[in-house]
């Protein structure tokens, strides 16, 4: 049996992949310090068969080689390392902690595939672009990023943490991948974490005016998390990618307010919107040119924007902080 260690395992993206890896037949070592994720997010008949080992570490501190075979861990097939606050509210709260675990965590989780021997994949973010002067934005782009902002915390330290893996590529000949992720939404999100897609689904089910920040024409491209997950697998699984980095993202790009529009049309409900100040450093626009991994990967989101918001409503409607409070 095939296994993976995925860091972040307890979180949106991470509980959504190690669904993947399981259903795939593979053994899951899912590590997470639960700042801001939590074990309700996997399926709780993962441990009681055997298939999941649950680890609530710190990758900044507690993640080695010997912690892990300490913990019986014998073989390793691939290291998936998505641990990070991912939403301005939480890695503004945890910007230290952001900062470390894009920094030495992902040192951490590079020394673990490299004694084991494992791909390594790096969970990494379409926010190392910055406020991007090119849409849509490929691979080469090299950004626009502010290096002491308040969004730094996360942007830079994304960035280090994509330079620290491509010296381990060149330096130890680890076959390890990037992947850019651009806005991911469905299941399993926070209500109240600041992003875009929770902040209108749970205000359009509870009777309230939809959020935007600046006149809304800044844009974003949104990606349903079955589809992310799709290229994960490839990324994964694909053979001769040592070095490569992927876009993964909807090249859909739809202004703030346009996608507005799509929230209330899919709630039901009358549009009626509140301004607020645009925050510091906000990118004015973010649109994923995936022309790569169509080509090397075979890969392109096919879930449509109502199909997803359909289920992303679903989940915050059945959520007592939500669904609860309707009127």
Same mark, same amino acid.
């Given at each position: 049996?095939?296994?993976?260690?995925?860091?972040?395992?307890?979180?949106?993206?991470?509980?959504?992949?190690?669904?993947?890896?399981?259903?795939?037949?593979?053994?899951?070592?899912?590590?997470?310090?639960?700042?801001?994720?939590?074990?309700?997010?996997?399926?709780?008949?993962?441990?009681?068969?055997?298939?999941?080992?649950?680890?609530?570490?710190?990758?900044?501190?507690?993640?080695?080689? @010997?912690?892990? #075979? $300490?913990? *019986?861990?014998?073989? !390793?097939?691939?290291?998936?390392?998505? %641990?990070?606050?991912?939403?301005? +509210?939480?890695?503004?709260?945890?910007?230290?902690?952001?900062?470390?675990?894009?920094?030495?965590?992902?040192?951490?989780?590079? @020394?673990?595939? #490299? $004694?084991? *021997?494992?791909?390594? !994949?790096?969970?990494?973010?379409?926010? %190392?672009?910055?406020?991007?002067? +090119?849409?849509?934005?490929?691979?080469?782009?090299?950004?626009?990023?502010?290096?002491?902002?308040?969004?730094?915390?996360?942007? @830079?330290?994304? #960035?280090?943490?994509?330079?620290?893996?491509?010296?381990?590529?060149?330096?130890?000949?680890?076959?390890?991948?990037?992947?850019?992720?651009?806005?991911?939404?469905?299941?399993?999100?926070?209500?109240?974490?600041?992003?875009?897609?929770?902040?209108?689904?749970?205000?359009?089910?509870?009777?309230?005016?939809?959020?935007?920040?600046?006149?809304?024409?800044?844009?974003?491209?949104?990606?349903?998390?079955?589809?992310?997950?799709?290229?994960?697998?490839?990324?994964?699984?694909?053979?001769?990618?040592?070095?490569?980095?992927?876009?993964?993202?909807?090249?859909?790009?739809?202004?703030?307010?346009?996608?507005?529009?799509?929230?209330?049309?899919?709630?039901?409900?009358?549009?009626?919107?509140?301004?607020?100040?645009?925050?510091?450093?906000?990118?004015?626009?973010?649109?994923?040119?995936?022309?790569?991994?169509?080509?090397?990967?075979?890969?392109?989101?096919?879930?449509?924007?109502?199909?997803?918001?359909?289920?992303?409503?679903?989940?915050?409607?059945?959520?007592?902080?939500?669904?609860?409070?309707?009127?």
């Amino acid at each position: 049996m095939k296994t993976a260690l995925v860091t972040g395992a307890a979180g949106f993206m991470g509980s959504h992949l190690t669904d993947r890896l399981v259903a795939e037949g593979w053994q899951v070592w899912a590590v997470d310090n639960l700042a801001t994720g939590s074990w309700d997010n996997l399926d709780p008949a993962y441990r009681e068969r055997g298939v999941v080992t649950a680890l609530e570490w710190d990758v900044t501190r507690d993640l080695s080689p @010997e912690a892990l #075979r $300490a913990a *019986g861990l014998e073989h !390793l097939d691939l290291v998936v390392h998505l %641990a990070s606050a991912a939403s301005p +509210v939480h890695y503004r709260r945890l910007a230290l902690e952001t900062l470390w675990v894009n920094s030495k965590g992902t040192g951490n989780a590079l @020394e673990v595939a #490299r $004694a084991y *021997g494992a791909r390594f !994949l790096l969970g990494s973010t379409s926010e %190392a672009y910055g406020d991007p002067e +090119v849409s849509p934005q490929p691979e080469t782009y090299w950004g626009h990023v502010n290096p002491v902002g308040p969004r730094a915390c996360y942007d @830079e330290s994304k #960035r280090f943490g994509e330079a620290l893996t491509m010296e381990y590529v060149r330096q130890y000949g680890l076959d390890a991948r990037i992947l850019r992720f651009f806005n991911c939404y469905g299941p399993r999100m926070q209500v109240g974490d600041g992003r875009v897609v929770p902040n209108f689904v749970s205000q359009a089910l509870q009777g309230e005016p939809l959020t935007v920040y600046g006149d809304g024409s800044q844009t974003r491209s949104f990606c349903y998390v079955s589809d992310e997950v799709e290229a994960i697998w490839r990324i994964a699984n694909a053979p001769g990618l040592a070095g490569e980095i992927f876009n993964v993202g909807n090249p859909e790009e739809r202004t703030i307010l346009d996608f507005a529009r799509a929230v209330a049309a899919v709630a039901g409900v009358e549009l009626k919107v509140t301004y607020r100040p645009l925050p510091p450093d906000d990118p004015t626009n973010r649109c994923p040119d995936i022309s790569k991994a169509r080509r090397l990967l075979g890969w392109e989101p096919v879930v449509s924007l109502e199909e997803g918001l359909a289920a992303t409503f679903a989940y915050f409607r059945a959520l007592p902080a939500v669904g609860g409070r309707q009127g």
